[in-house]
């Protein structure tokens, strides 16, 4: 790997970091060869070394910001507050300014964010005032992942049951069409544009922190900071370990890394198509890269062992009865159903043989009682093959077909990144129907997902 200097903006907000107490050991920010930024070690690094703690005092939170703005935004979420500091916040935001040089550009957020591609004949949702040089993605002309945009194009039964409203970007539209109600209601000249890049640079680089001795915390969706230096480090889903107290925070290294090796930090279990709305993309193993010099953090992961696609879709009232809905309720096995490449998850399990089992024997499965021979097995397989996996796939196939063919008024590197998504779901999916159903469904399937046949031993 070719690391080089990250630039006079990093070297002065590095500094700036340390004068306010930050403590930095044998790492760096560093321009990546292809990649963009990222942090990288300075020397040899053992297992368990302190590299970075943030002291309480330099994390900007909502004990950061003067108590007279926070009481001028009574009812506002800690997410819009910090953003509206940022936009409108006067003189007592501009300790921050050398903070900000290393900050995604607007440019950046435009690339790279679905909430703000554009949008085929609705006008947007949200009161933007005079300035738009945003539009919000109620309805996108691309096709996104449905866990993503709420639609599914290719699939009419899906699509008349279509639900969008829960979608992650329209839950991301409407988190910010809250926030912007109460903003604008105290800066009714502030312009619409320079609050959306502050609440996006907020979405995109805030951490989970619970501030010691607040007197009714906020929900735990809510309890956020933003943390210098730290937000440097690009995102895998493993890497050094991240974790904080009343002192601050603090990141300590997992394994030995060698000089100019890039370290990385894990977030948590998040799937790809999580991480596709919530966050910008530039860095190594990802699946999309703005552009080597880009300063926007990156995490869309080409490798990431917890992604998983939702299959609620898949148990609506096209495919359960109301009886059924209500037995899966009472037994608290509705919902939060979800596909990895290992296979689909025991709810959907409970799910399908609500299906197909009588009552009885369903309750047993429920129960961990019933012994299923290999022809039951085989049974909830096909099931599951044909009315979700195959489903599914065909999805993704029509949808790498159609970004292959075009894109709409999609930028190159948006239909990039919409592409790439929709090859991972279609290889995951390749590898749930190969790991997970059995051989004798397999051998009769395996053309539908382009797949050689099964080994079957005699």
Same mark, same amino acid.
């Given at each position: 790997?070719?690391?080089?200097?990250?630039?006079?903006?990093?070297?002065?907000?590095?500094?700036?970091?340390?004068?306010?107490?930050?403590?930095?050991?044998?790492?760096?920010?560093?321009?990546?060869?292809?990649?963009?930024?990222?942090?990288?070690?300075?020397?040899?690094?053992?297992?368990?070394?302190?590299?970075?703690?943030?002291?309480?005092?330099?994390?900007?939170?909502?004990?950061?910001?003067?108590?007279?703005?926070?009481?001028?935004?009574?009812?506002?979420?800690?997410?819009?507050?910090?953003?509206?500091?940022?936009?409108?916040?006067?003189?007592?935001?501009?300790?921050?300014?050398?903070?900000?040089?290393?900050?995604?550009?607007?440019? /950046?957020?435009?690339?790279?964010?679905?909430?703000?591609?554009?949008?085929?004949?609705?006008?947007?949702?949200?009161?933007?005032?005079?300035?738009?040089?945003?539009?919000?993605?109620?309805?996108?002309?691309?096709?996104?992942?449905?866990?993503?945009?709420?639609?599914?194009?290719?699939?009419?039964?899906?699509?008349?049951?279509?639900?969008?409203?829960?979608?992650?970007?329209?839950?991301?539209?409407?988190?910010?069409?809250?926030?912007?109600?109460?903003?604008?209601?105290?800066?009714?000249?502030?312009?619409?544009?320079?609050?959306?890049?502050?609440?996006?640079?907020?979405?995109?680089?805030?951490?989970?922190?619970?501030?010691?001795?607040?007197?009714?915390?906020?929900?735990?969706?809510?309890?956020?900071?933003?943390?210098?230096?730290?937000?440097?480090?690009?995102?895998?889903?493993?890497?050094?370990?991240?974790?904080?107290?009343?002192?601050?925070?603090?990141?300590?290294?997992?394994?030995?890394?060698?000089?100019?090796?890039?370290?990385?930090?894990?977030?948590?279990?998040?799937?790809?198509?999580?991480?596709?709305?919530?966050?910008?993309?530039?860095?190594?193993?990802?699946?999309?890269?703005?552009?080597?010099?880009?300063?926007? /953090?990156?995490?869309?992961?080409?490798?990431?062992?917890?992604?998983?696609?939702?299959?609620?879709?898949?148990?609506?009232?096209?495919?359960?009865?109301?009886? /059924?809905?209500?037995?899966?309720?009472?037994?608290?096995?509705?919902?939060?159903?979800?596909?990895?490449?290992?296979?689909?998850?025991?709810?959907?399990?409970?799910?399908?043989?609500?299906?197909?089992?009588?009552?009885?024997?369903?309750?047993?499965?429920?129960?961990?009682?019933?012994?299923?021979?290999?022809?039951?097995?085989?049974?909830?397989?096909?099931?599951?093959?044909?009315?979700?996996?195959?489903?599914?796939?065909?999805?993704?196939?029509?949808?790498?077909?159609?970004? /292959?063919?075009?894109?709409?008024?999609?930028?190159?590197?948006?239909?990039?990144?919409?592409?790439?998504?929709?090859?991972?779901?279609?290889?995951?999916?390749?590898?749930?129907?190969?790991?997970?159903?059995?051989?004798?469904?397999?051998?009769?399937?395996?053309?539908?997902?382009?797949?050689?046949?099964?080994?079957?031993?005699?």
């Amino acid at each position: 790997m070719e690391a080089s200097r990250a630039g006079i903006h990093h070297e002065l907000f590095t500094q700036w970091a340390k004068d306010r107490g930050v403590t930095i050991n044998g790492v760096q920010p560093a321009e990546i060869h292809g990649h963009g930024l990222g942090i990288v070690a300075d020397r040899r690094i053992e297992a368990g070394e302190e590299l970075v703690h943030v002291p309480h005092e330099a994390l900007l939170s909502i004990q950061s910001i003067p108590g007279a703005f926070q009481r001028s935004h009574k009812g506002s979420t800690i997410h819009g507050l910090l953003a509206s500091f940022l936009a409108f916040g006067g003189r007592e935001k501009t300790i921050y300014d050398t903070w900000k040089t290393t900050w995604p550009s607007p440019q /950046d957020f435009v690339d790279s964010m679905p909430l703000l591609w554009p949008k085929t004949f609705q006008k947007p949702s949200i009161n933007q005032g005079t300035s738009r040089p945003y539009r919000i993605a109620s309805q996108t002309i691309c096709p996104l992942p449905p866990a993503i945009g709420g639609r599914w194009g290719n699939c009419q039964i899906m699509e008349s049951q279509n639900a969008s409203i829960n979608c992650l970007l329209h839950r991301q539209e409407r988190k910010l069409q809250n926030d912007w109600d109460v903003v604008s209601e105290i800066f009714p000249e502030g312009a619409y544009s320079e609050y959306v890049y502050y609440w996006l640079v907020v979405n995109t680089r805030t951490f989970y922190y619970e501030i010691p001795g607040l007197l009714n915390p906020p929900c735990v969706d809510d309890r956020i900071v933003l943390c210098p230096f730290v937000d440097c480090f690009n995102h895998q889903d493993h890497g050094c370990h991240v974790w904080f107290d009343d002192k601050g925070y603090t990141v300590v290294s997992d394994r030995v890394y060698h000089a100019k090796e890039e370290i990385f930090t894990s977030y948590g279990g998040h799937s790809n198509d999580f991480l596709f709305v919530e966050c910008t993309f530039s860095s190594p193993n990802l699946i999309y890269t703005v552009s080597p010099k880009s300063t926007a /953090d990156g995490f869309i992961l080409e490798a990431n062992r917890w992604d998983s696609l939702p299959l609620d879709d898949f148990f609506g009232q096209a495919f359960l009865t109301e009886k /059924d809905k209500k037995t899966l309720i009472n037994a608290d096995y509705f919902g939060h159903y979800k596909l990895s490449d290992d296979g689909v998850c025991f709810r959907t399990q409970v799910a399908v043989r609500k299906q197909i089992l009588d009552i009885r024997d369903w309750e047993d499965f429920v129960a961990g009682k019933l012994i299923e021979t290999e022809q039951d097995e085989a049974r909830v397989d096909a099931f599951v093959t044909m009315r979700i996996l195959r489903v599914y796939y065909e999805e993704a196939k029509a949808a790498i077909r159609d970004l /292959d063919r075009g894109g709409g008024t999609l930028k190159p590197r948006q239909r990039e990144m919409v592409l790439k998504r929709w090859r991972q779901i279609k290889i995951l999916i390749q590898k749930a129907f190969r790991s997970s159903i059995n051989t004798i469904v397999q051998a009769s399937m395996h053309e539908q997902f382009e797949l050689p046949p099964p080994l079957i031993s005699d």
